[in-house]
């Protein structure tokens, strides 16, 4: 029995297009997988904790094998926690809107938290950066605007690249996209947006 976790970063719920995807795709994993485990991490229901002095401190303290004070450590304890749930799971999906052309403060947030050296990450002088999360991700990426190559407003688009770079920078490295775009258009061109994407998740889902 694998298990997936889903991290959604919307907090438009049942009008966001990002999660309506997200979901087909969860609906068809589910089917095709009955035994596996899915894990929804909503962001806007979580107490993230801020990431402020005690825990930035912490982190440092990490880094450089420091002792840390005790609201040092009560921080870095509920950033383990954190990261052990993230780094509990098989495979990964994210449903990712576009917030002036990058992504949700909120999901800025829990990455903060959550990509920290010994757990996410580690340095080697000698080969330098790994990343030490390894499985499976699919991303749902939604926009207002169209941003593909050739659309000639590439150099606005602050959410995919940095996301992915996320990923691979943790070690996730084998990532399939699926893009719902442009959502800002004439209703019908926005239906048959949703739709394929909604299609080209579910078929993910099955072979996931």
């Not at 438009?12 to 991490?41: G, W």
């Not at 495979?91 to 949700?104: D, E, H, R």
């Not at 659309?151 to 602050?158: L, T, V, Y």
Request: proline share 5%.
């Amino acid at each position: 029995m694998a298990k997936l976790i889903y991290i959604e970063s919307s907090p438009r719920k049942d009008r966001s297009h990002s999660i309506e995807v997200a979901n087909a795709f969860v609906t068809a994993y589910k089917a095709k997988n009955p035994n596996d485990h899915v894990d929804v991490l909503d962001l806007w229901a979580e107490k993230l904790p801020s990431f402020d002095g005690d825990m930035i401190n912490a982190k440092y303290a990490a880094m450089h094998g420091a002792k840390q004070s005790a609201g040092e450590t009560a921080a870095w304890s509920q950033v383990q926690k954190m990261f052990d749930r993230f780094n509990a799971a098989d495979k990964y999906l994210f449903s990712v809107p576009m917030w002036n052309f990058g992504v949700p403060y909120i999901l800025k947030q829990y990455i903060d938290i959550i990509t920290q050296p010994g757990m996410a990450w580690s340095f080697d002088p000698a080969t330098g950066y790994s990343g030490l999360v390894k499985g499976k991700a699919a991303v749902i990426y939604s926009s207002a605007g169209a941003y593909h190559e050739g659309s000639g407003a590439e150099a606005f688009d602050n959410q995919r690249p940095y996301f992915q770079a996320w990923l691979g920078f943790v070690g996730i490295t084998d990532v399939t996209p699926v893009s719902c775009a442009p959502m800002l258009a004439a209703p019908e061109d926005v239906a048959k947006a949703v739709s394929n994407a909604v299609t080209a998740a579910q078929e993910l889902a099955a072979i996931f």
